[in-house]
């Protein structure tokens, strides 16, 4: 039974940082890319990044690129998301998700290419 299982959300001032854990398990978590996405309230979720199965490739939404780090620990089964100069438009229910298949390219970060997702983490960016 494939579980991703969110942590680490909270609330920071804007400029702060916050480190973003998923757990997985059930699967091969190193056979598959994994990518973070994000929810506002009364809105779709939008794609945030992606991190390959291999962790060689990356991809990242404009709005967080050059502020926000996805990494993997493949020996935790552990995807991460380090989210530095915070604003408050970052706030929103982050989700882990995994790849529906295990293609070693990045996709395009698009919902229907995974298949399983965390129950979300809070983040508050506010003063």
């Known amino acids: 039974q494939v579980q991703l299982v969110e942590s680490g959300g909270g609330l920071a001032l804007p400029g702060g940082s916050l480190k973003l854990s998923c757990v997985a398990s059930g699967f091969a978590f190193s056979d598959f890319g994994m990518s973070w996405f994000r929810q506002y309230p009364g809105h779709e979720r939008e794609f945030v990044a992606v991190?390959?199965?291999?962790?060689?490739?990356?991809y990242y939404e404009d709005f967080v690129r050059g502020r926000f780090t996805i990494s993997r620990d493949d020996a935790k089964n552990t995807l991460y998301l380090q989210m530095d100069n915070l604003k408050p438009e970052d706030t929103a229910l982050y989700y882990c998700a995994k790849r529906r298949d295990t293609s070693w390219h990045t996709g395009t970060g698009a919902p229907f290419e995974y298949d399983y997702w965390g129950q979300g983490t809070q983040v508050t960016v506010s003063s």
């Open positions: 991190l390959t199965r291999d962790g060689e490739s990356t």
